[in-house]
């Protein structure tokens, strides 16, 4: 993003290099107010944070009421504010947002807005930036620090949902999410992990972020069931910010991160979290020193198997549902189906679209191959489980507290690299797995995923949640006849919705056949 382009509300709010981020900060800060107004009061958060990018980038994404993504009609109102050029231009836009918000009183509503940020160079002066927008509105605010991005979705969530907080004098202290992630970890094992299995151990990589800070506080609390220790957990060296480290640098590269090669133990169980700690993927060495993946599909199975046995097990009516995007293994999928008997949805990429699927199911589990997910239980599901019969046996009442916990311990707003990391852990102990256990579950198709540079990736339009192109007129008929004589394949081509670049993921059951199809795409695009 440089001076001159145009801003554009998206899937990450609005991102680029920092240094040219102020106005579009400052005009987040103006949204977060008029949609607080537009809600009677409640409570909107605004993150700065540029998640996985170089240290040098930036962002801003604002948090909706219910602890969610911002609600889509107000995307392209975020990007008219931040695209007005002028105090009057700025006046119009704003003016416009008030007609649109269709609450007579918003007028004598006072905004509450709460916010946050990552450890980037540049977060202090943007959240400056922010409050001055803020306190110029009016608004009751208050300023979290340094939190990681669920997070701020979490305490967003409790403050709307709990009549006792009001910003800035009584608010949620972080501490309470350390306490109710803790606390239902903790019970879970204690109900259900057999005493002989002993403590587990974990390493994880926080990518030099800001998960680093609350997990060495976290930690203590998690023993004796859990033993962490951190790696690139330096905060204060600020370039080393996801520098051949963290959730993205491992998936991309199918790698170690720095800090790990070498030393690692065989069949020890490691995660890495994005800068912002909203993603998280698994993986360990064998003894060959060969390196493992378990992405956010595998986190996806694994949970989605343990829920469906609870279900089961309940006895009670409760629909379960995987969300899944195209970036998906087809071996996961095929597993969910197959093995497991549970749909798997697909859904076009990005996670409020995910997010939205899964909350039609009683329980929804939502997550990226990147590593980005959670499972979310709905109310009703909730009141289900609060009102067993009395004569419920046992194992139905072991199986209701197990969800009931799971519902406590998975970060009901958002996908939380915390969170997922204590399921994934209890989970594996639960089933008295060891890490090549849970990758051995099925065996993932190899795949490639590359980046192509085009003229106009906004001329690349998609159809069948993102699996085939539409424009430019002819292309998918030719991907397909490339596909066409290999086993189990499959291929799409996508722009992407954060880079100025389409993407190309390739599968089919030989490594040799992806990179012969992946070749022959990338050499497809060079013309476009
Ligand atoms: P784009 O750049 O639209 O592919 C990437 C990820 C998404 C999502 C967003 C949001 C892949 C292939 N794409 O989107 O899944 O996480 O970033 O940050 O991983
Ligand atoms: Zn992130």
């Known amino acids: 993003m440089t001076k001159n382009t145009i801003y554009t509300y998206g899937t ?18 103006i949204a977060a107010c008029l949609r607080s107004q537009q809600l009677n009061g409640q409570t909107i958060g605004v993150m700065i944070t540029a998640s996985h990018n170089p240290v040098n980038d930036n962002g801003v994404k604002i948090i909706d009421a219910n602890g969610g993504m911002l609600d889509q009609t107000w995307e392209p109102l975020c990007t008219r504010l931040a695209n007005a050029s002028s105090e009057s231009e700025l006046e119009a836009a704003i003016k416009e947002i008030e007609t649109v918000i269709a609450n007579p ?43 990681t991005t669920p997070q701020l979705h979490w305490l967003i969530q409790a403050i709307n949902e709990n009549s006792e907080y009001h910003v800035p004098s009584s608010i949620p202290h972080i501490e ?14 204690k109900q259900f992990v057999p005493f002989e299995t002993g ?12 998960g680093a800070i609350h997990l060495e506080k976290l930690c203590s609390m998690l023993l004796p069931f859990l033993e962490i220790e951190l790696v690139n957990k330096n905060t204060e060296q600020t370039d080393l910010l996801n520098k051949n480290c963290g959730a993205d640098f491992v998936k991309t590269t199918q790698s170690l991160p720095a800090g790990l090669s070498g030393t690692l133990s065989p069949m020890q169980l490691c995660a890495s979290f994005d ?36 279900i089961k097990a309940s006895q009670l009516d409760l629909k379960l549902g995987v969300i899944q995007t195209a970036y998906a293994n087809g071996a996961s999928t095929v597993y969910l189906e197959d093995e497991l008997n549970i749909r798997a949805e697909c859904v076009l990429t990005g996670v409020k679209h995910l997010e939205k699927a899964a909350r039609e199911y009683d329980i929804g589990v939502y997550f990226e191959a990147n590593g980005h997910g959670t499972v979310v239980f709905s109310k009703s599901c909730l009141q289900k489980l609060d009102t067993l019969p009395a004569n419920a046996t046992g194992e139905q009442r072991s199986a209701v507290n197990l969800l009931k916990g ?107 056949d992806v990179d012969k199809m992946m070749q022959a795409i990338m050499e497809l695009l060079t013309v476009y």
């Not at 680029?16 to 400052?26: F, P, S, Y």
């Not at 698994?282 to 599909?297: P, Q, W």
């Open 12 to 29: 990450a709010g609005f991102r680029g290099k920092a240094d040219t981020l102020e106005k579009a900060v400052a005009r987040c800060g």
């Open 105 to 147: 009183s918003y007028s004598s509503v006072k905004p509450s807005v709460v916010l946050a940020s990552d450890t980037r160079p540049s977060s202090p002066h943007l959240s400056k930036t922010l409050i001055n927008a803020l306190q110029s509105r009016n608004a009751d605010f208050y300023d979290y620090g340094l939190l």
């Open 176 to 189: 309470s999410y350390y306490k109710t992630l803790s606390s239902s970890f903790v019970d879970l094992c």
């Open 199 to 210: 403590k587990t151990k974990l390493i994880i990589d926080c990518a030099n972020g800001v």
């Open 275 to 310: 800068g912002d700690a909203d993603r998280v993927v698994f993986y360990f060495v064998d003894s060959a020193k060969k390196f493992h993946l378990l992405d956010g599909d595998k986190i996806s199975v694994l949970a989605a198997k343990q829920l469906s046995a609870c």
């Open 406 to 512: 799971l519902s406590t311990l998975c970060n009901q707003a958002i996908g939380d690299s915390i969170s997922d990391t204590l399921m994934v852990v209890f989970l594996l102990q639960v089933l008295g797995w060891n890490a090549a256990d849970w990758l051995n579950m099925y065996h993932d198709l190899p795949n490639a995923l590359a980046k192509a540079t085009v003229r106009n990736r906004f001329e690349f339009v998609c159809t069948d949640a993102d699996r085939r192109l539409v424009k430019p007129s002819g292309l998918q008929q030719i991907v397909d006849e490339i596909m066409r004589p290999y086993e189990s394949a499959r291929a799409f081509i996508r722009a992407s919705g954060t880079e100025d670049a389409v993407r190309v993921y390739v599968e089919a059951s030989s490594q040799k």
